[in-house]
């Protein structure tokens, strides 16, 4: 038997590298988590954590099997499961890629072990991701004992998994459940649903909309800063941002602050003349300081800033200027749902250079994963503010709310 051990920020991408090294016939054998120091651009090192994740694979076998009849330790997972949406929608998959496999399988008297490499379709590759993903977490129920007494709370621990959330927070999630229901209750598939609903909602932290505090310190305008990487669609979600206040009836000016003159701003400019927002483009620091200063109390001034990688010291350090021009200042990091989740951390330490606010995550749509988010915005202790979930104005834009998150997380719907 061949053993080998694998480290990662992602369970996906460690299990992607142990079924391209060790094949998809690898058993888990261990998995944990560890922390690993980082040496960072600038100097100083950051503390990340990683999984590490013990697997193995046979190497000599007696019998050679066909591709069709692979799947033994699939079926165990999949019987050893409580029936609930999650084993539904599983079994469809290895339903359909079953019928693939056997379409699409050697014949008899061709049965070599190495032409099964050859791709047959792309359902087959995420019925293998599957296989892989079922047994580390199979392995992983047997060796928590909160989660080996109680089918039920091994199947929520795997459905969490999932849906991207870490390792960590999946089992402090169901704790949280065991400890809020009955020792009956916990048994139940809906009660168990039902409990996880209500946890993640309350721990859901949000801002709500944009207000104008009754704050007497607060003399002049509100700026709301949106702040993140390039190509997360900052300039579009300012455009929506301020459609919706001018559909409120409320005082709204879009500013972009260009200060590299790339031509960035007339974009903004351009959706605000569409819709007949006051808008104007900003070329330096001094400038913006002097547009504010001259603004009235009770309007609202949606700043938009240029992307940034958060890779990039020198150009995170320009942000520090937003801190010194002398108005008051709410920074939203916006950043993309599609990103991973050691991404999201890492750049939410980069950009909090200057006083973070609120997350606000866009490209809803272009992900079905949300757990990565929920993980990030509990593990750094940030609320979030607003949702976007496509490129149209304003239409998609939602305000966050613990309940719509929690749908998104759950993959509820209505």
Same mark, same amino acid.
Not at 10 to 20: A, G
Not at 68 to 83: G, I, M
Not at 390 to 396: E, F, M
């Given at each position: 038997?061949?053993?080998?051990?694998?480290?990662?920020?992602?369970?996906?991408?460690?299990?992607?590298?142990?079924?391209?090294?060790?094949?998809?016939?690898?058993?888990?054998?261990?998995?944990?988590?560890?922390?690993?120091?980082?040496? %960072?651009? &600038?100097?100083?090192?950051?503390?990340?954590?990683? !999984?590490?994740?013990?697997? =193995?694979?046979?190497? /000599?076998? @007696? +019998?050679?099997?066909?591709?069709?009849?692979?799947?033994?330790?699939?079926?165990?997972?999949?019987?050893?499961? %409580?029936? &609930?949406?999650?084993?539904?929608?599983?079994?469809? !998959?290895?339903?359909?890629? =079953?019928?693939?496999? /056997?379409? @699409? +399988?050697?014949?008899?008297?061709?049965?070599?072990?190495?032409?099964?490499?050859?791709?047959?379709?792309?359902?087959?590759?995420?019925?293998?991701?599957?296989?892989?993903?079922?047994?580390?977490?199979?392995?992983?129920?047997?060796?928590?004992?909160?989660?080996?007494?109680?089918?039920?709370?091994?199947?929520?621990?795997?459905?969490?998994?999932?849906?991207?959330?870490?390792?960590?927070?999946?089992?402090?999630?169901?704790?949280?459940?065991?400890?809020?229901?009955?020792?009956?209750?916990?048994?139940?598939?809906?009660?168990?649903?039902?409990?996880?609903?209500?946890?993640?909602?309350?721990?859901?932290?949000?801002?709500?909309?944009?207000?104008?505090?009754?704050?007497?310190?607060?003399?002049?305008?509100?700026?709301?800063?949106?702040?993140?990487?390039?190509?997360?669609?900052?300039?579009?979600?300012?455009?929506?941002?301020?459609?919706?206040?001018?559909?409120?009836?409320?005082?709204?000016?879009?500013?972009?602050?260009?200060?590299?003159?790339?031509?960035?701003?007339?974009?903004?400019?351009?959706?605000?003349?569409?819709?007949?927002?006051?808008?104007?483009?900003?070329?330096?620091?001094?400038?913006?300081?002097?547009?504010?200063?001259?603004?009235?109390?009770?309007?609202?001034?949606?700043?938009?800033?240029?992307?940034?990688?958060?890779?990039?010291?020198?150009?995170?350090?320009?942000?520090?200027?937003?801190?010194?021009?002398?108005?008051?200042?709410?920074?939203?990091?916006?950043?993309?749902?599609?990103?991973?989740?050691?991404?999201?951390?890492?750049?939410?330490?980069?950009?909090?250079?200057?006083?973070?606010?609120?997350?606000?995550?866009?490209?809803?749509?272009?992900?079905?994963?949300?757990?990565?988010?929920?993980?990030?915005?509990?593990?750094?202790?940030?609320?979030?503010?607003?949702?976007?979930?496509?490129?149209?104005?304003?239409?998609?834009?939602?305000?966050?709310?613990?309940?719509?998150?929690?749908?998104?997380?759950?993959?509820?719907?209505?």
């Amino acid at each position: 038997m061949k053993i080998r051990k694998f480290e990662g920020q992602q369970m996906t991408e460690v299990l992607q590298e142990i079924k391209s090294v060790l094949g998809p016939d690898a058993v888990i054998l261990s998995t944990r988590e560890v922390s690993r120091r980082r040496k %960072v651009r &600038g100097g100083g090192f950051l503390t990340m954590p990683i !999984i590490e994740v013990t697997a =193995a694979i046979e190497v /000599a076998e @007696t +019998a050679v099997r066909p591709p069709v009849k692979k799947t033994p330790v699939f079926e165990r997972a999949l019987e050893a499961a %409580v029936q &609930g949406d999650i084993y539904k929608e599983l079994q469809s !998959i290895k339903d359909a890629v =079953a019928d693939i496999s /056997a379409n @699409t +399988a050697e014949p008899p008297t061709l049965p070599e072990r190495n032409e099964k490499t050859v791709p047959i379709a792309e359902m087959h590759e995420t019925w293998l991701e599957m296989k892989i993903m079922l047994k580390s977490m199979t392995e992983m129920r047997r060796q928590d004992p909160l989660f080996s007494k109680n089918s039920t709370l091994g199947a929520l621990f795997e459905q969490l998994i999932l849906s991207g959330v870490d390792t960590e927070t999946a089992q402090h999630l169901v704790q949280a459940v065991e400890e809020s229901l009955s020792q009956e209750d916990v048994w139940k598939p809906e009660r168990v649903q039902h409990s996880i609903y209500d946890v993640i909602q309350r721990l859901t932290q949000v801002t709500g909309p944009f207000a104008l505090r009754d704050d007497t310190t607060l003399k002049g305008p509100k700026v709301v800063a949106l702040i993140g990487p390039t190509g997360v669609g900052k300039t579009t979600t300012a455009a929506k941002l301020g459609v919706t206040r001018l559909q409120r009836k409320q005082a709204v000016t879009l500013v972009s602050l260009d200060e590299t003159e790339s031509g960035r701003g007339d974009i903004l400019i351009q959706h605000a003349d569409r819709y007949h927002i006051p808008a104007l483009k900003i070329t330096s620091w001094n400038r913006l300081k002097q547009f504010v200063s001259g603004r009235k109390k009770g309007e609202l001034i949606l700043l938009d800033t240029a992307g940034r990688s958060h890779l990039k010291s020198k150009e995170i350090v320009l942000l520090k200027q937003l801190m010194s021009v002398g108005f008051p200042l709410e920074t939203h990091l916006v950043l993309s749902a599609n990103t991973k989740g050691s991404d999201l951390s890492d750049m939410i330490d980069r950009f909090s250079i200057i006083p973070i606010y609120s997350l606000l995550f866009t490209k809803i749509d272009e992900t079905k994963t949300y757990g990565p988010l929920f993980s990030t915005m509990g593990r750094k202790r940030k609320p979030l503010s607003y949702l976007t979930t496509g490129r149209r104005i304003p239409d998609d834009l939602e305000l966050a709310t613990p309940k719509g998150f929690t749908d998104l997380l759950l993959s509820r719907s209505g």
